[in-house]
Structure formats: C-alpha cells, structure tokens
Nanobody
Framework: VQLQASGGGLVQAGGSLRLSCAAS????????VGWFRQVPGKEREFVAA????????DYADSVKGRFTISRDNAKNMVYLQMNSLKPEDTAVYYC?????????????????WGQGTQVTVSS
C-alpha cells in the first residue's frame, strides 16, 4: 500500500485545514488509519485514528474537539479536518495504516506510512 498525504499549508491561528490521505496500490484494507505529526528534534506523536468501519475513532488530548478524522473506503481516502488551529499544531503530518492479512487480521500496526505534509500555523 502506498499512502499519499496532502493538504498541508500555511494558515493563521484559528484557521482550518483539511488533510487527505490517499491509498494506492491496494486499498486500506481492514486496518485502522492514523494521523501522526512530528516536529524537528521531537518524537513523532499520535494525533488521531479511525477504525476500518469508521465507527470508532481516537484522538490525542491536545486535538480533541478541534480535529475530526473520517474515511471514505469507496474512494480509499482518509481525512483529517483541523479547526481552531494553534501555532503548536505546526508539524509535518503523516498518515499510516496497518498491515493486514487476507483474512483482515492486523499483522503489524501502522506498517505503511505516507511521506508527510507540512502544516504551519502562524500566530
């Protein structure tokens, strides 16, 4: 699975951006999809994740109430709607998904990663 993250950019504090993660080569399969972010010199941190069905999602405390993750399996797309952005949200954002077997069992969590998209929030 190849993942392509897009939608990053420069936005003022309080603004919004929508990130997209496209899967190619094959579909996302039955794995969860997550968004992570990383600032230079710091470890990559979890932002949000969504289950295969889309019925379950999880968020980092720092983004709860501001970010919303969603997915469209028919289009092999996952989205991260980011509202009320803060300067501390500035980072490179990555999407990732599990490696699953043909039966749908997760073999390796977050095995496939996209290349990242830069989000910069100015104060």
């Amino acid at each position: 699975v190849q993942l392509q993250a897009s939608g990053g950019g420069l936005v003022q504090a309080g603004g919004s951006l929508r990130l997209s993660c496209a899967a190619s080569g094959r579909s996302f399969g039955s794995g969860k999809v997550g968004w992570f972010r990383q600032v230079p010199g710091k470890e990559r941190e979890f932002v949000a994740a969504i289950s295969w069905t889309g019925r379950n999602s999880d968020y980092a405390d720092s983004v709860k109430g501001r970010f919303t993750i969603s997915r469209d399996n028919a289009k092999n797309m996952v989205y991260l709607q980011m509202n009320s952005l803060k300067p501390e949200d500035t980072a490179v954002y990555y999407c990732a998904t599990d490696r699953t077997n043909p039966s749908g069992m997760v073999m390796i969590n977050y095995y496939y990663w996209g290349q990242g998209t830069q989000v910069t929030v100015s104060s």
